[in-house]
């Protein structure tokens, strides 16, 4: 079963991403220009992927945009998702970009990876930077 979480095969590193969109501008705009969400859907989540990097390839990404049918704003589509049991039904569309018009689509963009094994034990902890000389 597929899910709202990001995942790879090994999943050695684990996280959290957090963005600003670049108001007024946001991805939800940017697909919208693009003739790619129609009217009545709404951009309820983003995953980003990217394969063999380490092959050297081209900086490219794939992204991936769920889109819900419903209402075109947040709250009524947080309404309506909640009263759904079960899987929430969304359109997926597939699209790839450069990393740098990927990002550029954000105000901000940050992603924390944690090693798996340690993830339960220091995820949200604060931490005290210490320099070794």
């Not at 990097?53 to 049918?69: C, E, K, N, Q, T």
Request: hydrophobic share 40%.
């Amino acid at each position: 079963m597929q899910t709202f979480k990001a995942s790879t095969h090994y999943q050695d590193w684990k996280g959290t991403a957090t963005a600003d969109d670049d108001a007024p501008r946001s991805f939800g705009e940017y697909l919208r220009k693009k003739g790619l969400i129609r009217n009545g859907e709404f951009l309820v989540g983003l995953s980003v992927g990217a394969a063999d990097i380490s092959s050297g390839g081209p900086g490219v990404v794939s992204v991936r945009a769920y889109l819900f049918d419903g209402p075109e704003n947040a709250e009524a589509v947080r309404e309506k998702i909640s009263g759904i049991s079960g899987p929430v039904p969304v359109r997926i569309i597939i699209i790839s970009m450069e990393v740098d018009e990927f990002f550029a689509e954000f105000k901000a963009f940050e992603v924390m990876l944690l090693w798996g094994a340690l993830q339960g034990a220091i995820e949200g902890r604060e931490f005290r930077e210490t320099f070794m000389q």
